[in-house]
């Protein structure tokens, strides 16, 4: 019988097109007309984990996008995987910026090019097809016990989950969690990452008169939203991008000193990372702090988009009647969400202009998270990336948010090992973005790899 890395090796042609049907669901969470293609995502998933063998398979419905469940847990004495991965993707737009169709996975240069790809398709079912290698392998057993979970909002906030994990901790009883939507910090560097930041995203709506006017007949009488919106804006952040929020920064922590110097060793490239990952002419940001440090430790604010008035092509003179701006912040430990949103709320509230009534919502929001390394799984990952990478793992944190991670270690009280295998040109959120295709065969591997080493 082969072993369970033969039997994936032998089966990668089969699992990339399995990949590819998958990817073409748009299976996009945030877009209502898209409800039906994320249950379409979630159903797939099911039959896929009915077929390689796991049981209990099952979708849980809530108020939003169907969780997908299914264990295997016959490994007595073993441990318990919490396996979790996210099946919703991001809007594929601006449409006219991809090389192939975001939802027609198209093979170029080793890699798969498809909205999901990485982010998180392509890493949720290298899961899926390393529990398919070692049932194969093992005449039809795992090595260790495991539980699948898989959500449909991640990408929206991931309130179905938070609630699910909240009041069933006992479903998904497990000795750690395993996750794989995150980064390497270099091709061929093996790499866990131990942080994650948090964050609020939230709209400011801004309401001036009654109904859109004339901007000729009502200007200089009317007040106008945007540039309400624009002034309170620009009060948020000085121009080194220091976030002006009263007590925004109290409750900051600084990485250890162990933790910065590993990062100072991290084969870091500021000016290939500036022209080549981000191309533009300068970096910004706080002063005094590295871009990493600045990415991964230090919270951030941005504005995504401010719906409203005239955005067609032309010219239309109008003052709105009112204009909205979609403002997020990504918070470190040890802040709290609600508490960030309170000042955040309270502080724009203060900088309101005449003649201009505010609301100001929280859309969604999750915990920042630093795990520890400390621990046996830790090591474990460690190992496993060691045989199949022959290399070293270096510990990272991550920029994004993934808000069930700090749930996990709350409500289960358990680890998550972060085991990504994107990379940094992956473009995940914009157009193109793929997943190198020997990381999604070397992915599987770890996983393997990595459960074997577990159920030693
Ligand atoms: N997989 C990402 C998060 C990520 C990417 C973490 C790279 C570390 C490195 C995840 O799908 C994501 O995009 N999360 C959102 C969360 C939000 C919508 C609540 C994010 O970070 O914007
Ligand atoms: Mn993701
Ligand atoms: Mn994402």
Known sequence: MPTAVEYARKEYPRFVEELKTLLRIPSVSTLPEHKGDVRRA????????????MENVRLIEGAGHPLVYGD???????PTCLCYGHYDVQPPDPLDEWLSPPF???ERDGNIYARGAVDDKGQMYMHVKALESLFAAHDGKLPLNIRVILEGEEEVGG???????????????ADFALVSDTEMFAPELPTVCVGLRGMIYTEIEARGAKTDLHSGIYGGAAPNPFVALAQIIAQLKDKDGQILIPGFYDRVQKPSPDELKAWRNLPFDEEYYRNTEVGSTQLTGEPGYSVIERTWARPTLDVHGMPGGFTGAGAKTVIPAKAVAKVSMRLVPDMEPQEAF??????????????IEL??????????????????????????????????????????????????????????VLMGFGLPDDNLHAPNEKFHLANFYRGIESIITFFEEVGK
């Open 359 to 416: 609301d100001v919502r929280l859309i969604h929001s999750g915990d920042p998270i630093v795990v520890g390394t400390d621990n046996a799984y830790i090591r474990a990952a460690t190992v496993a990336l060691k045989q199949v990478w022959n290399k070293e793992t270096v510990f990272i944190r991550g920029g994004g948010s993934i808000p069930i991670v700090g749930d996990f270690e709350r409500h289960l009280k358990i680890p998550t």
């Open 104 to 106: 027609e996975p198209t």
């Open 342 to 355: 309170a000042q955040y709320k309270s502080y724009v509230e203060s900088l309101k202009p005449a003649g």
């Open 42 to 53: 979630a159903e797939a998933l099911v039959a896929e984990l009915k077929r390689i063998g």
């Open 72 to 78: 295997w847990l016959h490994a007595d004495g073993k």
């Open 159 to 173: 309130e179905s989950i938070a609630k699910f994990v909240r009041e069933h901790p006992e479903q998904l009883k």
